[in-house]
T-cell receptor, first 118, second 109 residues
């Protein structure tokens, strides 16, 4: 159980284009989804937290107008990188969790999306 | 000071060896702690949760020392398949997880 999928698994795009990444919880309803970014040899950095039906909460330094997050249902969240530039090239990973006994600290990770912007 | 600190390694150990990783965290109010494993170019996978004084799962033992604010991971009888990066992860006080930069383990024959 607790499977999270991401699509696409990798994408190459030209500078200035927008890229949409989907994150789905396949066998559970995720009350919260998280988006992370990981640069080579660095740790996962949380970009934003989204709860179904409400606006995402972005971490300091993450541009909300550049990284658009939509969490329209309990099983789907999308991250759109708008006007992508080479410095946005990274490994984007989503995770999902559900509220259980007041805790949401168990997160299940998707397989990640490797974005390369040329 | 980083919220979660780990020795990046790499730790190069022979098969069958016992290896231990330490991790320190800065927020004394942190409630829960985890060890994740991440293989190259893959997503992190939960290895163990550490909620109280520690727990054991087969060859893996995690310990928590709240007074000193560190957690450890002990791997006994290392296997080649244990080669990976081990991430120390802390839940400070909300539903966020704070990741360490990871400790790389390489087990050789």
């Amino acid at each position: 159980g607790a499977v999270v999928s991401q699509h696409p698994s990798w994408v190459i795009c030209k500078s200035g284009t927008s890229v949409k990444i989907e994150c789905r919880s396949l066998d559970f309803q995720a009350t919260t989804m998280f988006w992370y970014r990981q640069f080579p040899k660095q740790s996962l950095m949380l970009m934003a937290t989204s709860n179904e039906g409400s606006k995402a909460t972005y971490e300091q330094g993450v541009e909300k107008d550049k990284f658009l997050i939509n969490h329209a249902s309990l099983t789907l969240s999308t991250l759109t990188v708008t006007s992508a530039h080479p410095e946005d090239s990274s490994f984007y990973i989503c995770s999902a969790s559900w509220l259980s006994s007041g805790r949401t600290d168990t997160q299940y990770f998707g397989p990640g999306t490797r974005l390369t912007v040329l | 000071r980083k919220e979660v600190e780990q020795d990046p390694g790499p730790f190069n150990v022979p098969e069958g060896a016992t290896v231990a990783f330490n991790c320190t965290y800065s927020n004394s109010a942190s409630q829960s702690f985890f060890w994740y494993r991440q293989d190259c170019r893959k997503e992190p996978k939960l290895l163990m949760s550490v909620y109280s004084s520690g727990n054991e799962d087969g060859r893996f033992t995690a310990q928590l020392n709240r007074a000193s604010q560190y957690i450890s991971l002990l791997i006994r009888d290392s296997k080649l398949s244990d080669s990976a990066t081990y991430l120390c992860v802390v839940n400070p006080y909300t539903d966020k997880l704070i990741f360490g930069t990871g400790t790389r383990l390489q087990v050789f024959p």
